[in-house]
Antibody, heavy 129, light 106 residues
């Protein structure tokens, strides 16, 4: 089955760029009907969606983070990546990658339902000098 | 932004009990609501999608209902393995998550 694994530095200095990679195994990042997402959870707070990418390169970002975020995909390595610049302590969180799958279509209403059916276990990133 | 308010924040119930968790959206989201289970140190697990459809492999004691702004996750006959945090997520406009409900077994 498909598995996801986050990797990257656990400590980033303020004002620098946070970079994480999600490696996909047991499946292909190039497969259709999937977006590839990044989500984070600061300690004691709710999950926050960061953004997602489709294999063709199209992206959607959380408006509150859009100015600082870039998500990219590398089909040759079967992975996708997150870059978050100008980080501050408020970016300290557990970061998750996930596969966002088209799970249901209601063609009568042109409604397409997506859900995150595969997640990584998460990686803790601390922003501190 | 669509806000999703989840309640309660935590609950404690006995094995065999019926448990209900609710999510309320700040505006109508149709059936664009998913439910997940999250255990510490593990990857979150999709339980319910499109408000009421059971994800493959998920036990039938889990069910979801609702549409518009009010949604419910129900666990009938709570099992010890169900001790976890449950959260909802809307995908109608952008994506936002509920605050989570921690379920403990007495």
């Amino acid at each position: 089955q498909v598995q996801l694994q986050e990797s990257g530095p656990g400590l980033v200095k303020p004002s620098q760029t946070l970079s994480l990679t999600c490696s996909v195994s047991g499946g292909s990042v190039s497969s259709g009907f999937h977006y590839w997402s990044w989500i984070r959870q600061p300690a004691g707070k709710a999950l926050e969606w960061i953004g997602r990418i489709y294999v063709g390169g199209s992206t959607d970002y959380n408006p509150s983070l859009k100015s600082r975020v870039t998500i990219s995909v590398d089909t040759s390595k079967n992975q996708f990546s997150l870059s978050l610049n100008s980080v501050t302590a408020t970016d300290t969180a557990v970061y998750y990658c996930a596969r966002d799958t088209l799970v249901h279509r209601d063609v009568s209403n042109y409604h397409y339902y997506y859900a995150m059916d595969v997640w990584g276990q998460g990686t803790m990133v601390t922003v501190s000098s | 932004d669509i806000q999703v308010t989840q309640s309660p924040s935590s609950l404690s119930a006995s094995a065999g009990d019926r448990v209900t968790v609710t999510c309320r959206a700040s505006q109508s989201i149709g059936s664009f609501l998913n439910w997940y289970q999250h255990k510490p140190g593990k990857a979150p697990k999709l339980l319910i999608y499109a408000a009421s459809s059971l994800q493959s492999g998920v036990p039938s004691r889990f069910s979801g209902s609702g549409s518009g702004t009010d949604f419910t996750l129900t666990i009938t006959s709570l099992q010890p393995d169900d001790s976890a945090t449950y959260f909802c997520q809307q995908s109608y406009s952008s994506l936002t998550f509920g605050q989570g409900t921690k379920v403990e077994i007495k």
